[in-house]
């Protein structure tokens, strides 16, 4: 009987999927972290699903979904255990410009060569996971770099080192911070990213890509979310 009503309750609190409002969807993830002590498994989709259906409301409701996505973040915590070996990948939306934003979006629709990352718990360090198709554009961009084959269709690229820390933008939440700024990889742009993550449900982690644009201002610009591939994926 508790389990029933704690449904009728979950399923009362589901925002529309369409037309939500940023507080709903924030009170819906609080509710689905307090089911994943009874039931993380379904807790998690049901918060992947969140989080992807923002990403296809982008462009729509632009706004609702940069408060939404930012009300989820928030509700996170650092991740409980350490991030070991690969994690699929999903860019949610950019957050460039209003007028940029969309373009940014059809690119992402027809080609995405991000497909998550890879961590190290033991060496707190990683890479990114990148389809064989990035090396192209990616010579173009960073002659000098090479990607790394690691079979399976895949190609490992722009290694991190995280760590635990205050946010940049969120000073009263502790993150993962991923790190880029080493000298192995490209001085453009990749030296100038840093990664934000928290674990909003078990084994379903939200991102924030910060761009460096000055000694001590930093720009958000998209969110990403990552979880552990599926049983049989590579």
Same mark, same amino acid.
């Given at each position: =009987?508790?389990?029933?009503?704690?449904?009728?309750?979950?399923?009362? &609190?589901?925002?529309?999927?369409?037309?939500?409002?940023?507080? /709903?969807? /924030?009170?819906?993830?609080?509710?689905?972290?307090?089911?994943?002590?009874?039931?993380?498994?379904?807790?998690?989709?049901?918060?992947?699903?969140?989080?992807?259906?923002?990403?296809?409301?982008?462009?729509?409701?632009?706004?609702?979904?940069?408060?939404?996505?930012?009300? =989820?973040?928030?509700?996170?915590?650092?991740?409980?255990?350490?991030?070991?070996?690969?994690? +699929?990948?999903?860019?949610?939306?950019?957050?460039?410009?209003?007028?940029? +934003?969309?373009?940014?979006?059809? &690119?992402?629709?027809?080609?995405?060569?991000?497909?998550?990352?890879?961590?190290?718990?033991?060496?707190?360090?990683?890479?990114? &996971?990148?389809?064989?198709?990035?090396?192209?554009?990616?010579?173009?961009?960073?002659?000098?770099?090479?990607?790394?084959?690691?079979?399976?269709?895949?190609?490992?690229?722009?290694?991190?080192?995280?760590?635990?820390?205050?946010?940049?933008?969120?000073?009263?939440?502790?993150?993962?911070?991923?790190?880029?700024?080493?000298?192995?990889?490209?001085?453009?742009?990749?030296? +100038?990213?840093?990664?934000?993550?928290?674990?909003?449900?078990?084994?379903?982690?939200?991102?924030?890509?910060?761009?460096?644009?000055? /000694?001590?201002?930093?720009?958000?610009?998209?969110?990403?979310?990552?979880?552990?591939?599926?049983?049989?994926?590579?």
């Amino acid at each position: =009987m508790g389990i029933d009503r704690r449904a009728e309750d979950l399923h009362a &609190l589901q925002p529309d999927p369409l037309e939500p409002i940023a507080e /709903e969807v /924030e009170r819906y993830v609080a509710a689905l972290q307090e089911l994943a002590e009874s039931d993380p498994d379904v807790a998690g989709r049901q918060a992947w699903t969140q989080i992807r259906l923002a990403g296809m409301r982008a462009g729509r409701r632009r706004s609702e979904v940069l408060d939404s996505l930012n009300r =989820m973040f928030r509700l996170g915590t650092v991740p409980e255990a350490p991030l070991e070996g690969p994690y +699929d990948g999903l860019v949610v939306t950019t957050r460039t410009f209003a007028l940029t +934003d969309p373009l940014f979006r059809v &690119l992402v629709s027809i080609w995405m060569p991000w497909v998550g990352k890879r961590f190290d718990a033991e060496t707190m360090s990683g890479d990114n &996971l990148m389809v064989p198709s990035a090396r192209a554009p990616a010579k173009l961009l960073w002659p000098s770099y090479q990607f790394r084959d690691i079979g399976e269709g895949r190609y490992a690229a722009f290694r991190f080192r995280s760590y635990a820390g205050t946010g940049t933008i969120d000073r009263d939440r502790q993150v993962l911070k991923i790190d880029y700024d080493s000298a192995e990889n490209p001085d453009f742009l990749i030296r +100038d990213i840093l990664d934000e993550l928290v674990e909003i449900l078990p084994r379903v982690y939200l991102g924030k890509v910060l761009v460096r644009i000055s /000694e001590h201002i930093r720009w958000l610009g998209a969110y990403f979310a990552l979880r552990p591939p599926a049983p049989g994926s590579p």
